[in-house]
């Protein structure tokens, strides 16, 4: 636990400060172009994910760490690894990166919001602590600064950070390695049971979640790039900083489980949909 909690915090500033540099000020001008569809990604993600993970929770009768552990990963923002899918499957791009930029933005509020208010419904105790804003506070110096500190260095280099992008992406993708790697070695003797006891929840909730956006992207958004990306952004969320959350709010590994077992899961069942999206097409 020790080794990644101090890794977490770290890596997570990082992935995000990499996200800012990714951005400009169009890809939040760009939302007011095609409102639909930026508000059908926002609400399945924000909105439609926690509930789904929440029913989830109820019916398997989850253990309360693995339960707690289900909702930080569901009230986690989507991750660059959205993105880059996103383009894999050939779909919006632009639009994948403005739902990635606003929810994780909304993230140090939108977290805690979500995480502390399953908990008073699934009937779990969170320690007088921790507060919203305790957790609000904490997330927007390793999540909001950092994005606007990278978007402010974007602004002042354009030419040589756009130039670097593909770098940029190929070394957050390596600190989201790192993170995942502390946690199973820390816990290798128990990575079978932690699987076993989260695996079919997050199983569940990503392919239920995937299948569920892209049918009500179908129906509400502008075209079929649009689907694919709502339904990866669903699919695919920020793993570190749900493990971040997980660290903030509690001091048992268990409550990260879930997030470890859907990092594993999400890139299987990612590729096998964007498989069967382009065979369909």
Known sequence: MEIVTKIAP????????GLGLGLSVK??????RTPMDFF???????????????GLALILDLSAPIAIG?????AAPGGVTSNVLTKFANGDVALSISLTAVISLISIISVPFIVIGSADILGITISNNISMTGIALKMALVVT????????IRGLAENFISSKINI?????????VIVYAAIWIEEKDNVLTYLKEAGLAVLILNVVMMTLAYFIAKKFVSGVAQQKC?????????GTLAVFVAT?????????????AYALIMYITGFIFIYILKKSN
Do not use: H
């Open 145 to 152: 600064v950092p994005v606007i500190i990278g978007m402010t």
């Open 168 to 176: 940029i992406n190929k070394i957050t993708g390596w600190l989201f």
């Open 27 to 32: 890809d939040f001008i760009r939302i007011l």
């Open 10 to 17: 770290i890596c997570l500033a990082f992935i995000m400060l």
């Open 70 to 74: 289900l909702m930080i990963i569901a």
């Open 40 to 54: 059908v990604g926002f609400f399945s993600q924000l909105v439609i994910l926690p509930i789904v993970a929440l």
């Open 248 to 260: 903030l709010v509690f001091d048992d590994i268990t409550y990260m489980i879930p997030t470890a």
């Open 230 to 238: 709502i339904a990866l952004e669903c699919g695919l969320q920020n």
